[in-house]
């Protein structure tokens, strides 16, 4: 498929139009030929693993893709002929590479910023509709404040522990803090004898307290709980709104409970349907995976 682009000087064009506009050019070559939103995200996937196994910049560019690792990891093992194969994309982007030697520095700079304008015009990562629409209102503001103040947690929301949920991770520390029963109690909406009611709601707002601060474990816990007061005009966040990575961590919990989700989880499912149908067409791996199941 690329295989008339292989006669390319590359350095000549750098040297002629500059590094950004070399880039600018063969990421529309790609994108020309790679008509299929899946086949495309497929390469950014290979790409973005690729870079996370790269030198420091390298690793920096994959953190700050905006696709969580659960999402591109294996990318690189999964053979697609219009992707690796003898004229697939990723071969013309190792040819087109391979030109720039014995100049690794350069070769990193262009094939990172290749990467990025696949991202930015394919509109995937953190450049997807989806973590664009990502703006905060006055009013999840103000809640999110309130949720920080350790004695209106404990009075009006009634909880007996209290956690920073600013804090990077806090979902899964709440995990680990409560327990695996509690995690499945919320999931399955089924109550064990190890488990009480109140032990089950204030794990489930302090979840509902995460998703409030985009916490992707928290985001994808609350989907299975009763959202009442103050939460109820915030969550659950629908699925058009939801990242990848909160969407990966709801599918998973979806899928190894299959024979028993709660009522509010099922409902939360019913809801957002068309919407995980249109993720999935967009190339979503997750909302793939729950469509088809």
């Given at each position: 498929?690329?295989?008339?682009?292989?006669r390319?000087?590359v350095?000549?064009?750098?040297?002629?139009?500059?590094?950004?506009?070399?880039?600018?050019?063969?990421?529309?070559?790609?994108?020309?030929?790679?008509?299929?939103k899946t086949?495309?995200?497929?390469?950014?996937?290979?790409?973005?693993?690729?870079?996370?196994?790269?030198?420091?910049?390298?690793?920096?560019?994959?953190?700050?893709?905006?696709?969580p690792?659960q999402?591109?990891?294996?990318?690189?093992?999964?053979?697609?002929?219009?992707?690796?194969?003898?004229g697939?994309?990723?071969?013309?982007?190792?040819?087109?590479?391979?030109?720039?030697?014995?100049?690794?520095?350069?070769?990193?700079?262009?094939?990172?910023?290749l990467?990025e304008q696949?991202?930015?015009?394919?509109?995937?990562?953190?450049?997807?509709?989806?973590q664009?629409?990502?703006?905060?209102?006055?009013?999840?503001?103000?809640?999110?404040?309130?949720?920080?103040?350790?004695?209106?947690?404990?009075?009006?929301v009634?909880v007996?522990?209290?956690?920073?949920?600013?804090?990077?991770?806090i979902?899964?520390?709440l995990?680990?803090?409560?327990?695996?029963?509690?995690?499945?109690?919320?999931v399955?909406?089924?109550?064990?004898?190890?488990?009480?009611?109140?032990?089950?709601?204030?794990?489930?707002?302090?979840?509902?307290?995460?998703?409030l601060f985009?916490?992707?474990?928290?985001?994808?816990?609350?989907?299975?709980?009763?959202?009442g007061?103050?939460?109820?005009?915030?969550?659950?966040?629908?699925?058009?709104?939801m990242?990848?990575?909160?969407?990966?961590?709801?599918?998973?919990?979806?899928?190894?409970?299959?024979?028993?989700?709660?009522q509010?989880g099922i409902?939360?499912?019913?809801?957002?349907?068309?919407?995980?149908?249109?993720?999935?067409?967009a190339?979503?791996?997750?909302?793939?995976?729950?469509?088809?199941?």
């Amino acid at each position: 498929m690329f295989g008339f682009f292989k006669r390319n000087k590359v350095q000549a064009l750098i040297k002629k139009i500059g590094l950004e506009g070399a880039t600018n050019q063969f990421s529309d070559m790609v994108l020309s030929q790679l008509q299929d939103k899946t086949l495309l995200r497929q390469l950014i996937l290979v790409e973005v693993e690729g870079a996370s196994l790269g030198n420091e910049t390298a690793q920096a560019f994959a953190r700050d893709s905006g696709i969580p690792p659960q999402e591109y990891k294996g990318a690189l093992t999964h053979s697609i002929e219009e992707i690796d194969g003898p004229g697939g994309a990723k071969t013309f982007l190792d040819d087109i590479t391979m030109q720039l030697m014995p100049d690794r520095g350069l070769m990193v700079r262009f094939r990172l910023m290749l990467a990025e304008q696949l991202l930015v015009k394919g509109e995937f990562g953190k450049y997807s509709a989806v973590q664009k629409i990502h703006v905060i209102s006055p009013m999840k503001l103000k809640m999110r404040q309130l949720l920080l103040d350790e004695a209106i947690m404990r009075q009006q929301v009634g909880v007996s522990r209290v956690f920073d949920y600013e804090r990077p991770g806090i979902g899964r520390d709440l995990l680990t803090a409560f327990g695996e029963s509690l995690a499945l109690a919320c999931v399955t909406g089924v109550l064990p004898i190890s488990v009480s009611r109140a032990e089950l709601n204030e794990f489930c707002n302090h979840m509902g307290a995460a998703a409030l601060f985009d916490d992707p474990v928290g985001v994808a816990f609350s989907c299975f709980a009763v959202q009442g007061g103050s939460f109820a005009q915030f969550l659950p966040i629908p699925i058009q709104e939801m990242s990848d990575e909160a969407l990966d961590i709801l599918a998973t919990l979806l899928l190894h409970n299959r024979a028993k989700v709660s009522q509010s989880g099922i409902r939360y499912v019913e809801e957002n349907w068309s919407n995980l149908e249109e993720r999935a067409r967009a190339g979503n791996r997750a909302a793939a995976l729950l469509v088809a199941d």
